[in-house]
């Protein structure tokens, strides 16, 4: 077990609510709790289930209202998914959480497509624009416990008169801030969390082809029957230009397996992003 490098973490409230002095005291203890909530969501998901963490407080300071957190976290293992054993990952993970946050404008994002040798996930908002965040940082907004965390100490102030809060480190360059602008979008989300995405070369027989855009094949890959759609351009223009498929045809592919996890459960989505043969069924001849 290993003990990360000790680091201050500041929570930083402004606004006139602060300046005259009328932010009410049982409002700061609940904010704390959900800061210290939100921690530990991201202490385990950058280093797993065996490490803790400790934020005690160390001080209130500033013109702003300024809360000082001593951070430590130990119980790391080697298996730790962050395994510098630096408090700036740890404090990254936190402030590109909330980074996310503001990204998504408080909408379901278009489309999240993982790259699983670099760990990290390539997330379309809304707005049709992709940026790439470590998928450690998609874990923890589904998180229902950090993303209502969130909601008490991020959403909650700015949509009673703050205009801005703010985290950061004292000791590494990294902060993030929301205004008020941007309380709606600390609101929890429910959306889908990638968990691998794995492409395979494999042979399918056709069930049911389609011919139209979009629709799905009805395939079998020897065991069971499922629905694909195939996105091959080369393959929808022979389609378009009359080629003969049928039942029992045989296709060969390369097909990405999709694992997603919803807030229904599991769901595994199959693309055929390639034909690279197609071979007819063999006619059957009758008994006379």
Request: hydrophobic share 35%; aromatic share 8%; glycine share 6%.
């Amino acid at each position: 077990m290993q003990t990360i490098t000790e680091d201050q973490l500041s929570l930083e409230y402004y606004g006139t609510v602060v300046e005259k002095g009328q932010l009410k005291a049982k409002d700061v203890a609940r904010y704390i709790l959900a800061l210290d909530e939100f921690m530990n969501v991201v202490t385990t998901e950058a280093y797993g289930k065996d490490a803790s963490l400790n934020l005690d407080v160390s001080g209130f300071r500033g013109l702003s209202f300024d809360i000082d957190f001593l951070l430590q976290v130990v119980g790391l293992t080697s298996g730790a998914l962050f395994c510098t054993s630096s408090p700036k990952d740890l404090i990254t993970l936190a402030t590109d959480s909330i980074k996310l946050c503001i990204y998504l404008a408080g909408k379901q994002p278009k489309q999240c497509t993982p790259n699983s040798n670099v760990n990290t996930v390539n997330i379309e908002n809304s707005n049709g624009q992709t940026q790439v965040f470590h998928i450690q940082t998609l874990n923890v907004l589904s998180d229902p416990k950090a993303a209502n965390s969130l909601d008490t100490f991020i959403r909650e102030p700015l949509v009673k008169g703050l205009s801005e809060v703010k985290l950061k480190s004292s000791k590494f360059d990294i902060q993030t801030k929301a205004s008020a602008n941007d309380a709606e979008f600390f609101k929890p989300l429910d959306f889908d969390l990638p968990l691998s995405k794995n492409t395979i070369t494999t042979g399918l027989t056709i069930e049911s082809p389609s011919f139209k855009d979009g629709n799905k094949w009805k395939l079998n890959d020897g065991q069971s029957s499922f629905y694909a759609e195939i996105i091959d351009r080369v393959f929808i223009e022979s389609v378009d230009k009359g080629e003969r498929f049928g039942k029992g045809d045989l296709l060969i592919v390369e097909m990405e397996i999709i694992q997603t996890k919803t807030p229904q459960g599991l769901k595994i989505e199959k693309l055929i992003t390639k034909v690279k043969d197609h071979k007819e069924a063999p006619e059957q001849k009758g008994m006379f």
